[in-house]
């Protein structure tokens, strides 16, 4: 960073930035010791003086929404920041959910997405960049974009919405300060002093301080999973033999059936480890070739895969996450008999074709179905991979690299999810987030608006079983928004997918974030109150649950609701009777006298199925349990 000498500036003082209205607005740098240097700024000129380190700051006056303007800032050099514009801005932070891109979405929100041309809508997304010894002092990269055609895919998805709202209701230039990164824990966005106070992590953190230790095992995790994939390359029989497995004229006398989409968990492939074949027939008719519209779906595999249609190759993807989405050309299909041949890679005994997602080729106005039996032929099993260390997860990683070189810019406030990563240890989880707030209000020092998303509903599909972690940590989320001024928690009970971590209806989401902003930070629209349990009693006969926040009328999905009272140490399951104004009734299947009722549950599982919801809001009741 400024090894020349001359003028520098953080990346996030560049063309196109977006800064928060109403609030000072603080311009850093560095240049030569004892360089006088003007910043001028929409009428506004200052003049200060880098001192004997080379860093200058000044603070310009705070102004209203507007723009475009021109930053001028003169040193050693020039720099002329062009098309900056004032207005405001939010820091999205978490975990994968809040990272996922608009291109992830796409389907669900396809005409909207693409006739977005918002030039004033903003993003200015920090790549990953752990530190672990001390915090990083300066930002150096970083760009911002338009959420326009060119970029748009690229945008955080929940981000882009929750900016569409704003920007449309407050006609305001609208910036969205993307740091979120997938599989991060809550501890990698805490600061390394507030983790020393909660105790349990300084040896890890001061293990990780050692720049060689961190190079060894960057390079150790590099060479493992070069050398897993390699052997796997170097043995895979349908790689190695002289016809290839996954051309079209394959003899597949040898090859085994199954049925597909499933778990292997629950075949002769569980706990399997290595490479795996597998090859499907479908029929292509005249017609279909005329189709404008020709895209593979092979809904979400387990692990990596390497797709092929008639022996070509038309789509691979790494790990397990994305869902399969490979667009295809004509000449990719024939009419009669086509071959599909997928060769997928399991590094963690946990493979599988994900069901209740789509498995199809999909055409203008029909589809083809891939499920059904497909044939399969082992190429190669092996051990299992090595675990990876993943070093961006280590504790107070991201708050030193992404945080901290960021504590000059002002924001509006603050857009949180994230909890994925912690579901395995899920008690003490809102004293960890209560702390992470403190933490970043130090930093920015300003109590800013703190609003989070509540996890959704998800099993692992290679797990199957619901373990209730993903229940308590919601729970932990919930009691969070009591220890936390100034901060609120919206539901994403209704918004998940058995399956997938990764809820693709993010706008719902942000529309429920923008709500509460509108109408706490801009004084718009209706109060946001979530729908939760105000009080339950109990007689012989049932157990009344009375609700706060309808503004609607109580209603329940067509899915068996899961509450649950506990009677002589035993959760049984019962039914909801009746609903009246603020009212539910329960009872148990059979009958019992209910007074003996010690504890109440709604919607204690990993993956709930049903839920009660408002009407007019459309929210979901909060899950809880409640002890008498």
Not at 75 to 85: A, E, F, L, N, Q
Request: glycine content about 6%.
């Amino acid at each position: 960073m400024n090894t020349d000498k001359t003028l520098w500036v953080p990346r996030y003082i560049s063309n196109g930035m977006i800064v928060q209205q109403n609030d000072p607005l603080v311009i850093k740098g560095k240049d030569v010791p004892g360089t006088q240097v003007t910043i001028c700024f929409d009428s506004e000129k200052v003049v200060t003086v880098a001192d004997a380190s080379g860093l200058w700051a000044e603070t310009l006056s705070p102004r209203r929404a507007g723009g475009p303007y021109t930053l001028h800032i003169t040193g050693t050099s020039r720099k002329v920041i062009r098309d900056v514009y004032v207005g405001e801005v939010w820091l999205l932070g978490g975990q994968s959910n809040m990272e996922l891109p608009v291109n992830r979405t796409y389907d669900e929100f396809k005409e909207e997405i693409d006739a977005a041309d918002y030039p004033l809508i903003r993003q200015f997304h920090l790549e990953l960049d752990p530190v672990f010894d001390k915090p990083k002092e300066w930002l150096e990269q970083g760009k911002w974009k338009t959420a326009t055609q060119e970029n748009i895919q690229d945008f955080s998805s929940l981000g882009f919405f929750y900016a569409k709202k704003l920007h449309e209701e407050l006609s305001v230039p609208i910036g969205i300060y993307h740091t979120a990164v997938g599989g991060t824990p809550i501890e990698a966005w805490i600061s390394e002093e507030t983790l020393h106070e909660l105790g349990d992590y300084d040896e890890e953190m001061d293990y990780w301080r050692d720049p060689e230790i961190v190079e060894k095992e960057i390079q150790k995790d590099l060479k493992i999973n070069q050398e897993w994939y390699e052997d796997l390359d170097e043995h895979d029989r349908g790689l190695q033999d002289s016809q290839k497995w996954m051309e079209e004229d394959l003899d597949t006398a040898n090859w085994v059936p199954l049925e597909l989409p499933a778990m292997f968990k629950d075949t002769d492939l569980a706990e399997f480890s290595g490479v795996i074949w597998f090859r499907k027939t479908f029929e292509v008719k005249e017609e279909h070739l005329e189709s404008e519209r020709l895209r593979l779906r092979l809904g979400s595999l387990i692990n990596g895969d390497e797709t092929y249609l008639n022996g070509k190759k038309v789509g691979a993807t790494s790990y397990r996450y994305p869902p399969r989405k490979y667009v295809l050309d004509k000449k990719d299909l024939k009419v009669g008999t086509n071959t599909l041949v997928v060769r997928l890679m399991i590094d963690a005994a946990n493979g599988g074709f994900i069901p209740n997602v789509p498995y199809q080729i999909e055409l203008d106005k029909e589809t083809i179905s891939l499920e059904g039996e497909w044939l399969y032929r082992i190429g190669y099993q092996k051990e299992l991979i090595a675990p990876m260390l993943f070093l961006h997860y280590k504790p107070a990683a991201l708050y030193k690299g992404m945080l901290y070189p960021s504590k000059d810019i002002a924001f509006k406030g603050f857009l949180f999810y994230q909890g994925e990563s912690n579901s395995k240890q899920p008690l003490g989880y809102k004293e960890l987030m209560k702390r992470l707030v403190q933490d970043w209000r130090n930093l920015f020092k300003e109590d800013l608006p703190f609003y989070y998303v509540q996890l959704a509903n998800y099993v692992d599909p290679a797990v199957g079983s619901d373990d209730k972690k993903w229940a308590e940590l919601r729970y932990e989320q919930d009691r969070a928004r009591f220890m936390i001024d100034n901060s609120e928690m919206i539901p994403a009970l209704d918004c998940g997918l058995s399956y997938e971590l990764h809820p693709h209806d993010k706008k719902t989401l942000a529309h429920r974030l923008a709500r509460v902003a509108l109408s706490r930070d801009y004084q718009l629209g209706e109060a946001y109150a979530n729908l939760e349990i105000r009080d339950i009693s109990k007689s012989k006969k049932a157990v009344t649950l009375k609700v706060k926040g309808l503004q609607g009328e109580l209603a329940l999905t067509e899915e068996m609701l899961e509450i649950e009272l506990k009677l002589a140490g035993q959760w049984r399951k019962a039914e909801i009777t009746s609903t009246n104004n603020d009212e539910i009734k329960c009872a148990l299947f059979e009958s019992v006298d209910l007074s003996n009722v010690t504890e109440v549950r709604y919607a204690w599982r990993n993956n709930p199925q049903g839920y009660v919801f408002d009407t007019k809001t459309n929210l979901p009741l909060l899950p809880f349990t409640y002890p008498f």
